[in-house]
């Protein structure tokens, strides 16, 4: 489960920056903090319903 959640938050983070970067830095941060917390949130559902 932890590796799960730490792949996608990895994944999730990268995407987020991604995406921010490219109207400006602080929005790179906000969007890499954003798209981690979600991804976090989506992993612990799918481990939680389909892997216990």
């Known amino acids: 489960m932890k590796s799960v959640m730490?792949?996608?938050?990895a994944?999730?983070?990268a995407l987020?920056?991604?995406l921010g970067?490219?109207?400006?830095?602080?929005?790179?941060l906000v969007g890499?903090?954003?798209g981690?917390?979600?991804a976090i949130y989506v992993?612990?559902?799918?481990?939680?319903?389909?892997?216990d």
């Open 11 to 13: 994944v999730g983070s």
């Open 16 to 18: 987020g920056w991604w």
């Open 32 to 34: 890499s903090t954003i």
């Open 21 to 28: 970067a490219k109207v400006n830095i602080w929005m790179a």
């Open 36 to 38: 981690g917390l979600a």
């Open 43 to 51: 992993a612990y559902r799918l481990t939680r319903d389909y892997l």
């Open 6 to 9: 730490f792949i996608a938050m």
